[in-house]
């Protein structure tokens, strides 16, 4: 079965700065990947997703991940924040496999900004 | 409207009560879900319903009963829910492209449920 880890529960970093929020999976095949946002009363916006070719995918909002397949991490980066962006961020991993449709949500970043 | 609606956007509810949260999605879309988020854990999958026929339950106590009368709407009927039961309820919609690949899923903006 796969499983999603975002290991920082919360992150603060000042306006301007860079961001890169940590997603690692398991799943035995090639994954599908997405980075989804939750701003607060919400639901999920999709921010970008990996299916196949590049490895570096963009997204909207000013926003990218790199799929790294030997370190089993589809990390999310942004070169610099904005107020705007806090929120919470969810990373997610789908099966390719025949049968097995479910998206497997990690349990979310929730991302501060300081002026 | 646009998307993803979903009512109502907020809901407060006795144990004893019968209510329904309706999902409506305007994108054309063959196939609908619904989520459960309580604080602290990650999105648990509920139920799957493509081309209005249910193919998922998620071991899904019966105090929650899904209805998928076209593929444009969906419904959770509620009835004798627990407190733990309070949660962000999210319904999404996606494309099915081919049998066993994962779509793209787009999500409403919940409804939260408090249950007294």
């Known amino acids: 079965a796969q499983s999603v880890t975002q290991p920082d529960i919360h992150i603060t970093v000042s306006e301007g700065a860079s961001l890169e929020l940590r997603c690692n999976y398991s799943?035995?095949?090639?994954?599908?990947l997405f980075w989804y946002v939750q701003s607060p009363g919400q639901g999920l916006q999709l921010l970008l997703k990996?299916?196949?070719?590049?490895?570096l995918v963009q997204g909207i909002k000013g926003f990218e991940a790199e799929f790294k397949r030997s370190q089993s991490s589809f990390n999310l980066r942004k070169p610099s924040v904005h107020w705007s962006d806090a929120a919470e961020y969810f990373c997610?991993?789908?099966?390719?496999?025949?049968?097995?449709?479910?998206?497997?949500f990690g349990t979310g970043t929730r991302l501060t900004i300081i002026p | 409207e646009t998307g993803v609606t979903q009512t109502p956007r907020h809901l407060v509810m006795g144990m004893t009560n019968k209510k329904s949260l309706k999902c409506e999605q305007h994108l054309g879309h063959n196939a609908m879900y619904w989520y459960k988020q309580s604080a602290k854990k990650p999105l648990e999958l509920m139920f799957v319903?493509?081309?209005?026929?249910?193919?998922e339950n998620n071991s899904v106590p019966s105090r929650f009963s899904p209805e998928c009368p076209n593929s444009s709407h969906l419904f959770l009927h509620l009835h004798t829910l627990q407190p733990e039961d309070s949660a962000l309820y999210l319904c999404?919609?996606?494309?099915?492209?081919?049998?066993?690949?994962?779509?793209?899923?787009?999500f409403g903006p919940g409804t939260r449920l408090t249950v007294l």
């Open positions: 990996y299916f196949s070719g590049d490895t």
């Open positions: 997610a991993v789908g099966a390719s496999n025949f049968g097995n449709e479910k998206l497997t």
């Open positions: 799943y035995g095949a090639t994954p599908y």
């Open positions: 999404a919609s996606s494309q099915r492209q081919t049998p066993g690949s994962t779509d793209t899923q787009y």
């Open positions: 319903y493509s081309l209005e026929e249910r193919v």
